[in-house]
């Protein structure tokens, strides 16, 4: 919106319009007048504190006026149609001045910046109000008065009064208006508080209450009429006391009044007032006091919150937190067979207490046998009078009443109860007023009784009912939890024995690879207690190398995999165990919790397998050796041959023969094998004399491994060439025909190394093999005897494993046993022993022994007989079986001698052969 500007206009018009002329002194005078007029004008226009504005609506007034002529005579109706009129007339408003309050009003340095900015100070809210003022001017109204929002040259926004008025003498043109502005920004805000503070009074949730210093009543809000059922009118001048129940302690008033006519907060946490109906209903109050302008208090005010459900609430939470402290007492308690009734006699003297009642038993009782037991019955002395004979309701009713409850039974009256009838007799001796049952169901058979008894009628509520409803199914709880871990022990004592007395170890380890269980079995293979390994991660029994391995293996076991994998494992003294472990996965709730692990020992299958390895290795090079020519003629190749053949076995770089010459003053290298990049020994001459090393081969005969070539005394001739040729370790053979050193065999290695007896046997054997073919056919035949007795052994490993019942039958056996004889497992399950025997006399050879074993462990080699009718041979290795059950019978290991029979009989026919 844009007003037109025009400063310090100079117009002069007379009332009848007319110019007159004046001489030159009288105009002086006049002119002189008009200018001290102007002056004492302009000075109170400016040093007025209110915002004054001067403005000319002339041309306004001629619009207006023309639209007058031209027949518009509902101004309202056509500036809202015509809100381009409305813009017009804004633009034909010219601001002749503003007075410096308007300056410091709308943050102004200048008039002339002021007027430049006309924009920024009425904002789009002004067109509405210029549009009343259009319509007072329509009516002819001199005097304007409305309420707007202006903004300050910086953007903030004020809340102003405007009011405008023609000065006297221009109501006709309009050219003069003085207009005044005052910021009522404060007041607008002010009073939007007060309205806004008056509405939450009014909506307060909590009740308020105005009283005068008497207790007086001067207001109240809707709230107090909701809390107390007065209505305004109907408090209105009357005492606050009208709102006293009698049941507060009269100290708190008086530290009420006390402390709020000394100026302070009094604060109430509870109180119990009265409303309008009678009822009662619990409050916190607080009151202030209120002082006047001379600082007199003349006002209290009260604000009173309901806290009536909060109350009950409490009562119902403080009644829940006993309740769970009873309960969490109870589920605490240990529930081992021995103690349940000792147990349930700490329920009923706890339930006494809860209850305070004088009496509370709990019986159990046989549906089948029709046997009831009392097993607690306890009198709480401080809830009943010594006077009193009260006796367990328990003790007298019929068992077929007790028997027949399914749901609580609450007895009022028990001397004039119908179903007490048979026992009222008894009854009417004792003092027993009211009683209160609770059936407990534990099984198909077996079921329980809680009983309250009372000297006094009393009624028993829902939640009492509930609650020991809750105790009730804890007992049951506790009950079959015995009842199962008894049938658990019975179970984990079975599978104990055979734990403790398997073949094979047998481990069970989390998910983080530590050993929580280790049977003795597995901890005699590592050298420790059972207890050591307990805590002990599975990868610290494994070598280094193969921990990635079996790490990568074991989670595959607990994907859900049954996996089987060979490692060797580190015995306590550093050994090596190798083992072949088979795992499946735990289960827990469903879950995976780790892996159960049986271990065989392969330690002997592994060095039998390594010997027969060996074995197989050395066979075949003594084959290749053997095969090769002996005659003079290819006499240097066959040593040459054997020199690669021996390197290679060895894995060494370098292998020599020395021939010793005729003199018998040195030898002479006169074949070898040499890796790339090796120096040629080639007639290289070796002296004998002086030189231990060789004297010892041609004194001793025999085969002289020194793993230190460069430092030990025996080589001392020699170590400037050992070191030359970089030679660490070496192995001399003397070669001998006839008894007669006549060469030497070295097999040099440049890394440090001890040759093992193997290794000097190895060398020997070939040694021998040059001069002695038959040798190496008797070495052959030895060596595939050794070798197939290797293989049968690795074939025919396993061992079964039987349960017998105490008549000799078989209540469990594994797959190893039902192959040993052929069987399917299920097949053997309830055979008896003795018909899997070879022949009844066998039976009474181990009879005696059998009767000894409740003491003694049995250990016996036996023939039973295969599914086939054919004897298998077997080493039977039984201990007694033993639980709480006293069950009898044996756990019985056994081991598969028969291929082991045939092996003996094959060597021993070897022998035989060999001897011949």
């Known amino acids: 919106m844009t007003k037109n500007i025009e400063l310090n206009p100079t117009r002069l018009n007379r009332n009848n319009g007319d110019v007159e002329q004046f001489d030159e002194d009288e105009t002086a005078v006049i002119n002189n007048l008009l200018t001290n007029s102007q002056n004492k004008y302009q000075g109170l226009f400016e040093a007025t504190p209110v915002s004054l504005w001067e403005e000319d609506f002339s041309e306004v007034k001629k619009v207006i006026e023309q639209l007058r002529e031209d027949g518009v005579t509902d101004f309202l109706s056509y500036f809202s149609a015509h809100p381009e009129i409305v813009s017009h007339c804004i633009s034909l408003v010219r601001v002749i001045d503003v007075n410096q309050a308007t300056l410091k009003m709308y943050n102004a340095k200048s008039k002339q910046e002021l007027l430049d900015n ?154 119990i007032n009265c409303r309008k109906d009678g009822t009662l209903y619990h409050e916190q109050m607080t009151i202030a006091p209120v002082e006047d302008e001379n600082g007199k208090i003349s006002r209290f005010v009260a604000i009173k919150e309901n806290i009536t459900e909060r109350k009950q609430l409490e009562m119902k939470l403080r009644r829940q937190l006993k309740e769970e402290e009873v309960l969490r007492q109870i589920v605490s308690l240990t529930t081992s067979k021995n103690e349940f009734s000792e147990i349930v006699a700490t329920i009923c003297e706890t339930l006494t207490h809860f209850f305070n009642m004088p009496i509370c038993a709990f019986a159990l009782l046989n549906e089948e046998s029709m046997y009831m037991d009392v097993i607690a019955d306890y009198v709480n002395s401080t809830a009943v009078d010594s006077e009193h004979n009260l006796i367990s309701i328990l003790n007298v009713a019929p068992k077929d009443f007790l028997m027949a409850q399914k749901t609580a039974l609450i007895i009022t009256d028990v001397n004039n109860a119908d179903i007490l009838e048979p026992v009222q007799d008894i009854l009417q001796e004792s003092d027993n007023a009211s009683a209160f049952l609770i059936p ?138 190798y083992v072949l472990m088979t795992a499946v996965p735990r289960y827990v709730d469903g879950e995976i919790s780790g892996a159960i692990a049986v271990i065989a020992d392969l330690t002997e299958r592994k060095q039998m397998e390594t010997r027969l390895r060996r074995n197989l290795q050395e066979e075949e090079l003594l084959r290749r050796v053997a095969s090769l020519t002996t005659s003079k003629n290819d006499f240097m190749d066959t040593l040459t041959s054997a020199c690669v053949e021996l390197s290679q076995f060895f894995q060494v770089p370098k292998g020599a023969f020395a021939l010793i010459n005729e003199e018998r003053t040195h030898a002479e290298v006169i074949a070898e094998y040499c890796e790339p990049g090796q120096r040629s020994s080639l007639g290289h001459p070796i002296p004998l004399a002086n030189n231990a090393s060789m004297e010892f081969l041609l004194n001793e005969k025999k085969a002289l491994a020194i793993t230190d070539a460069q430092h030990d005394p025996l080589m001392a001739p020699v170590h400037a060439m050992m070191a030359e040729f970089g030679i660490a370790s070496i192995l001399l053979i003397p070669i001998l025909i006839d008894d007669k050193v006549v060469g030497t065999m070295g097999f040099d290695s440049l890394e440090m190394r001890e040759f093992s007896d193997e290794d000097i046997a190895l060398s020997q054997r070939v040694a021998n093999q040059l001069g002695l073919v038959l040798e190496r056919q008797q070495a052959e035949t030895a060596l595939q005897r050794e070798r197939d007795f290797a293989h049968q052994i690795m074939g025919n490993m396993g061992q079964g494993l039987l349960v017998l019942t105490k008549d000799q039958k078989i209540r469990y056996c594994n797959p190893a046993f039902g192959n040993i004889l052929g069987y399917n497992n299920d097949e053997l399950i309830d055979k008896s022993m003795v018909s899997l025997l070879s022949n009844a006399d066998i ?66 026919d070897a022998r035989d052969q060999a001897i011949e």
């Open 440 to 577: 407990v169901d534990i099984d198909e058979q077996i079921k329980g009784v809680f009983e309250f008894a009372t000297q006094n009628s009393q009624e028993f509520t829902q939640a009492d009912i509930s609650f020991v409803e809750q105790i009730a199914t804890q007992i049951s709880q506790a009950f079959q939890r015995i009842r199962a871990e008894e049938e658990l022990e019975t179970q984990r004592d079975f599978a104990r024995q055979i734990m403790n007395n398997m073949g094979q170890g047998l481990v069970v380890a989390n998910t983080n690879w530590f050993i929580e269980y280790s049977n003795p079995t597995f901890a005699r293979m590592l050298g420790y207690h059972p207890e050591e390994l307990v805590g002990k991660s599975v990868l610290d029994l494994v070598f280094r190398l193969n921990k990635k391995k079996v790490d990568k293996v074991y989670r595959r076991w607990l994907d859900g995999d049954v996996q089987k994998i060979e490692l060797p494992l580190v015995h306590v003294n550093g050994s090596t165990l």
């Open 843 to 908: 039976y009474e050879s181990i009879q005696p022994a059998s009767k000894d074993l409740q003491a003694n462990k049995l250990v016996r080699e036996l023939a039973l007989r295969h599914i086939t009718g054919k004897d298998v041979h077997v080493l039977l290795t039984a201990v007694p079986r033993q639980n709480n059950i006293n069950e009898g019978g044996a756990i019985v290991v056994v081991t598969d001698l028969s291929k082991q029979k045939k092996i003996e009989q094959a060597l021993s």
């Open 118 to 271: 006309l924009d920024k100070i009425f904002g789009t809210e002004a067109f509405e109000i210029f549009k009343q003022e259009l319509i007072v001017i329509s009516q002819g109204g001199t005097v304007f008065e409305s309420e707007g929002v202006n903004y300050t040259l910086d953007g903030d926004a004020k809340d102003v009064a405007i009011r405008w008025s023609v000065s006297p003498g221009y109501e006709k043109s309009l050219s003069q208006i003085i207009v005044s502005s005052i910021d009522i920004t404060e007041a607008k805000r002010a009073s939007k508080q007060l309205k806004l503070q008056a509405a939450a009074l009014e909506s307060a949730a909590n009740a308020i209450v105005i009283s005068d210093d008497k207790g007086d009543i001067l207001w109240v809000n809707p709230a107090f009429t909701k809390l107390t059922g007065y209505s305004y009118n109907e408090v209105l001048g009357r005492n606050s006391r009208i709102l006293k129940s009698g049941n507060n302690n009269e100290k708190i008033y008086q530290d009420l009044w006390s402390t709020i006519r000394a100026g302070n907060v009094w604060h109430g946490e509870e109180l």
